[in-house]
């Protein structure tokens, strides 16, 4: 099986998911549509002001942090693979009457469909697992920036990745040995959701991901690791600080999310 395949199997899988996630907790909708922000408390920490910047957000599901960033003043592109998330984004973005702009395209293929650099590009959480080219990725975000312009990533860190659930084993590599196929059921934001469809997925260490971004001459301003997640999307979690979990019964703490930012 090619990549285009394995990328048509996590499409089909992201449209089933779509109608669950809009509906889960998780995603607390009724009190996002009230005003609240989708965006944590480490991606508002590092960021900064977004006020009149124009933002590209790669692999923005449907669309929750990318219309927060237009709350928040900025002039915002999203772009998904996933038809159902990408008309669910621009439903959003009609009943919040904002000016967002929306894409349905595979990350990779970002350029054939935007000319616009941006000062800004974003993404965040369980993103590049879905991709198994980090330099081709890479590339995309250098191209798609300004001269000067800066590339936030938070994502969830390659440790927690390495473990199953809801036994705390390793259980998979922490580098990158090609696709792993599964077939689950449900979803992380709705476990109970009848969804039962194969995925393709890689796992990327932080060294890849960081030289594949190094490689295309952007320049790191800083890294950072966090013990804890913001979303209780791993089994076996617990909140240890309202809107902080942390996963299994370890004596040490782990890392569950590493954050950094880039500049053209």
């Given at each position: 099986?090619?990549?285009?395949?394995?990328?048509?199997?996590?499409?089909?899988?992201?449209?089933?998911?779509?109608?669950?996630?809009?509906?889960?907790?998780?995603?607390?909708?009724?009190?996002?549509?009230?005003?609240?922000?989708?965006?944590?408390?480490?991606?508002?920490?590092?960021?900064?002001?977004?006020?009149?910047?124009?933002?590209?957000?790669?692999?923005?599901?449907?669309g929750?942090?990318?219309?927060?960033?237009?709350?928040?003043?900025?002039?915002?592109?999203?772009?998904?693979?996933?038809?159902?998330?990408?008309?669910?984004?621009?439903?959003?973005?009609?009943?919040?009457?904002?000016k967002?702009?929306?894409?349905?395209?595979?990350?990779?293929?970002?350029?054939?469909?935007?000319?616009?650099?941006?000062?800004?590009?974003?993404?965040?959480y369980?993103?590049?697992?879905?991709?198994p080219?980090?330099?081709?990725?890479?590339?995309?975000?250098?191209?798609?920036?300004?001269?000067?312009?800066?590339?936030y990533?938070?994502?969830?860190?390659?440790?927690?990745?390495?473990?199953?659930?809801?036994?705390?084993?390793?259980?998979?590599?922490?580098?990158?040995?090609?696709?792993?196929?599964?077939?689950?059921?449900?979803?992380?934001?709705?476990?109970?959701?009848?969804?039962?469809?194969?995925?393709?997925?890689?796992?990327?260490?932080?060294?890849?991901?960081?030289?594949?971004?190094?490689?295309?001459?952007?320049?790191?301003?800083?890294?950072?690791?966090?013990?804890?997640?913001?979303?209780?999307?791993?089994?076996?979690?617990?909140?240890?600080?309202?809107g902080?979990?942390v996963?299994?019964?370890?004596?040490?703490?782990?890392?569950?999310?590493?954050?950094?930012?880039?500049?053209?």
């Amino acid at each position: 099986m090619d990549h285009h395949e394995k990328f048509e199997a996590n499409r089909a899988l992201w449209n089933a998911k779509t109608a669950y996630h809009v509906n889960a907790e998780m995603y607390k909708m009724d009190k996002w549509l009230a005003g609240e922000t989708s965006l944590d408390e480490i991606v508002l920490n590092e960021i900064g002001d977004v006020q009149d910047k124009s933002l590209l957000h790669l692999q923005c599901h449907f669309g929750q942090d990318t219309l927060s960033f237009a709350r928040m003043g900025a002039h915002v592109t999203g772009i998904d693979m996933s038809d159902e998330s990408i008309l669910k984004a621009k439903e959003l973005n009609t009943t919040l009457d904002l000016k967002a702009q929306f894409i349905r395209c595979n990350v990779l293929d970002t350029r054939h469909h935007i000319d616009q650099k941006f000062d800004l590009v974003y993404t965040s959480y369980g993103t590049i697992c879905w991709l198994p080219d980090l330099d081709q990725w890479a590339k995309i975000v250098a191209d798609s920036l300004i001269d000067g312009g800066k590339f936030y990533m938070a994502e969830f860190h390659p440790i927690i990745h390495m473990f199953d659930y809801p036994k705390e084993d390793i259980t998979y590599p922490y580098f990158n040995i090609g696709a792993v196929e599964e077939v689950n059921e449900g979803t992380y934001a709705d476990p109970d959701a009848p969804i039962q469809q194969r995925e393709f997925f890689w796992l990327h260490s932080i060294s890849e991901t960081i030289n594949a971004l190094r490689n295309q001459g952007l320049h790191l301003e800083y890294f950072n690791e966090h013990p804890y997640s913001p979303y209780d999307c791993f089994g076996n979690s617990k909140e240890i600080q309202p809107g902080k979990y942390v996963f299994g019964s370890f004596p040490h703490p782990l890392p569950h999310v590493f954050s950094m930012q880039w500049t053209k």
